[in-house]
């Protein structure tokens, strides 16, 4: 999940449990702490205890706010559970996970120690843990639990277009510079790859744009509700074209992304005039600058960021496929046809003509 | 190009030359004629000759808007014109394209016979066709040709978000229906090609969406100047997913859709009660529901309108890839990245940190 | 399915069923007839009922053989049934399908005519029709009838490598064709399509060859078992690439392709001048020699053979998925997984680290 | 390049220069040794500068093999030259690159110290070392250098299909096992995931199947010429599926496989029962079984081996396409398409009828 900062309190929003069976519901789980849930409720407020995953930034804020994970039945009412605390509250504790090339950090080089690249992901375990009555937001009104994941999913998944297309500005500008070094930024098949990127990235951002710009005002306390069919069309674009962006940057970049000496050969005196010999590609830029670009390139196309939470970030491609299937009105379309077909309106009337509206909102 | 019908006045723009040799400029060309050019200058108006290939509903509107199809150089200042004629002026002839499954109009079928399928595409020709001044636009003003390109193929380009995702939608509703007529329509990989679908025919929109939100308000006249990033990944996207789509409706729709038998056959008495036997799926649906169903399918799908037009209307791909190169920034991205990298900016100054903005449009 | 000319016999197989309601089994149908079937035991033979559709070339051939479409229980019994019976057998019925352009086929043409395409695809309806014991290859022995399917359909989907990159080659070679005619043949944006499009193509073939060269020889009768996973490969390839050598010859010959006038305009008197002048590329080529080249490509690009066949011709994907699932070893892939990473054989012995080998074929 | 090792010889075939700037030849290059050449002639041998790039397994072999990278003129000469020497024959020096993840080995763990990986790429310098002329293949014969390459080339290109699906299976078995410990292994959108990677991996494999099959062999010296088409249809297909497959595999493991906390955390006395109660699925597998795979997994489909040596190894991308535009027959493609269209040969005789077949080679 994703954390931001108002002023000057950093949050996290922690919303993905830690699952346990993935088929089975929180109240079926062999392991009953496998979602986060009320063990005890008390006079001043409520003991909660479970882990949530994936959460980025989350060893650097102040506060999380944690939010159910999935729909919930009656059974499941200790799991809907919502609620912020600060991070150092007794019982909270974070476990960073592991990042491709982390180990590199600890060389303390200003190339392959990837000064550039600061963020984690952690899990947060809540060991039971209190919370003041005022601090929760939701408590086993399990009704809400689904309403409370659309909104806060559709959201993120609209917000990975600025994320992950970003991310790609940085990637296509590498791969540009990579092709200036070797002196092949005009070659049509590069030009090509170049423009391919720059289409795929465009894609994602112009999706994203869509669920802003269509965007409903919520009658009663004048927020906005992002459209839940381009949010989700966003992330369903992000969960694939950033590996074909990655595959057409290694491309540019040449072999010499896998193979690329380390920092500490370059500094070896005497391997350094031979390296900078043999690494050089057109006069205008040095082996160094080569060397600098190729290893942000290994760190951004190849990283975490941009492939596995491409992928998984604000729900998995399957849960954006469930909630397109859910969004698109199938009968009105087959209505449609079957008129173009010169066939009649079925009887049962679900084959209506007018588009379905949302209630509660209003453009 | 696009007909348009305002109150009672039906148009066309004409737009795309017959260009002879592609690799030569217009005034290069063995056939002096293969771009549209004045051939005399009168006193009340000029005399024009040359044809205009490709134009959507040419022969049912009453006035055709003919416009340059690429830049010009001042050796092509007799081809840099644009102009508007009533169809019927004298000199204008008008020859209708074919299209796929047209011979089966002449049968008179109502399912066979494409009753819901009214487009067509036309060549218009000009021979020495007097146009007087009042109705010119352009005249040898070569150096605006380019412009007056760009801004009308970028609408066009946007444009297709709606045109595309509307049939796109006519195929989703009739594979639907041709799922829950054969039972499947609930099955695991027949709901994955659904939503597919769904999510490929929502990328065009938004896309087209964001071309239009993102559009500049012009100083002068208080038009607009749809966002030409967005315009073209839209277009860029109608030419790849449409074949995609069509592909996944023939997957649901099962191998009837090329092998089912004519309407000529369904009505012939000896044969009506075997084909309504053996054509039926689930007991809801009749044969007469299948077939009709299927000969929609047949003539959306591998329309015309929803493939070869996909790829070329408005441009084809390659002039959506000139246009996305041209627009992107690679410098900035490729000065961000080299900062990121622990770099200097370049020396050229080309490597700049502020976007590039239109001078001529504000938001 | 497939015809095949030995000596002076041609024959047709006919596997698939109409199949009524899919997810019911054949004796589950409401329609009894939706699956071939006896219905009646003789001294001289049986009598069959039922239908069987997309058979290809079936109007022409002397004889067609009859095999299940599926897996049986032995509720199913009276469906496991294959036979062979001459096409005049009473009781035959052919019903010719309508296939994209059919109707052209009437005007009488040379060009718009179709006179290279001479594929048909129909419906066969046996009604009660009587089939000798020595013509029966299969009766009510419904274990075997999953063998049957899988044996044919593997030979089949093996087969369409040959079938589809032949016309795939067509494609590619009408496309280079009019590439030349537009003077664009040597342009980097044309050579790469063409280049896609040989790739694609040629992998299609090479999964064929594989398919082919690693078949097993059979113990018993010598014949040869073409390989499961290669032959399904292949079918699968078919199943996606030709849409996409489709789209690439489209983008390729251009807008004309949709739009192109007919053979009766190109040989009206008044019309032919203006059509050759404006028609023509570069002036080595004729405008007719483009018109048919267009009509070549869309008759080949876009007819049933190329894309609705390749879809589901020897099964739909679905079909090609559900086998190369079962043939693959997830299980010695899995062991191997665990032992890189430092883990021990699972006890339940599924984990194995030999590959499986099929008892009944020696290579 | 790969290394091989027979008997108790361990060779590296070098082939890669460095390059300089890419669209001069060796003679053009600002820096002389930016391709590896003959820098003087003595009595018993050659003395040879430059460097080669990207050498699998370069550092542990006993002897490299080194061949010209590219065709040349006779201008390049000098660089037209193929030798064998002891990697520790004096000017010789090894300078190894890093891979994703390297850092970890200096932790010495047993999970997350990568100790199934073992595989490098390196740079081999050579100083002005001396070659013997008993191992010198090929001196100035410029003219040679083109098929050194192609021949070579093809072998390697062919050879992928083995190393690439190999890898392939074990990132297939580590999904497999993956979706197995979270219990989704048979849910319908998983096994979709896990048949998709086992179709492109097969699909990679029966590609150089048919390569080997169809080699032809050399009239000569009894040896083997793999199949040029299928060789690089392999490798094409290597530069694209596994990008694929990488995504899929992520896709099934979950967001965990980018979040997963260290070896050190989980061997914490006070973590480890949290870890081991949070990260594991079904109760058949551990959390340490799920933290082992998740970084065999993360190990291989994000390696240089599986996707950056996928990309550029035995030549990158644009190197097929050139090779698969070359072999291709375009003329007969056209010339069948133009009697089909019921056209004439053309005069120029290049539209012919037959096919190519090498002159030198027989099958």
Known sequence: MKYVQRNDLALAGAMTDVKG??????SEQPNRDAYVHVVEEKAGGIVVRGAKANITGVAV????????????????AEYAVSFAIPLDTPGVKVVVGRQINDGRR???????????????????????????WERVFLYKEWRWA?????VFSNYHRQGYAGCKSGLGDVIIGTAHGLARQLGIADKPHVQEKLTEMVFLNEAIYSAGLAASWE?????KNGGWWVDPMYANVTKHLVARFPYEVAKLSHDIAGGLLGTAPSEADLKNPELRPLLEKYLQGVPEFTAEERLRMLRLLENTSLSVAYLVESVHGAGSPQAQRISIQRVYDFQRAEAIARRLAGLKAEASGDARAEPRRPAEAEK
């Open 146 to 150: 689904a309403q409370f994941v659309e």
């Open 21 to 26: 069976v993935r088929t089975l519901r929180p």
């Open 61 to 76: 804020v102040d506060e999380v706010v944690v939010m159910p994970t999935r729909a919930m039945t009656e059974r499941d």
């Open 106 to 132: 600890l060389e303390g080089g200003e190339i392959d120690g990837l000064p550039y690249m600061f963020n984690h992901e952690g899990l947060l375990i809540l060991e039971d843990v209190f919370v003041p």
């Open 215 to 219: 965007a409903r005002r919520l009658l």
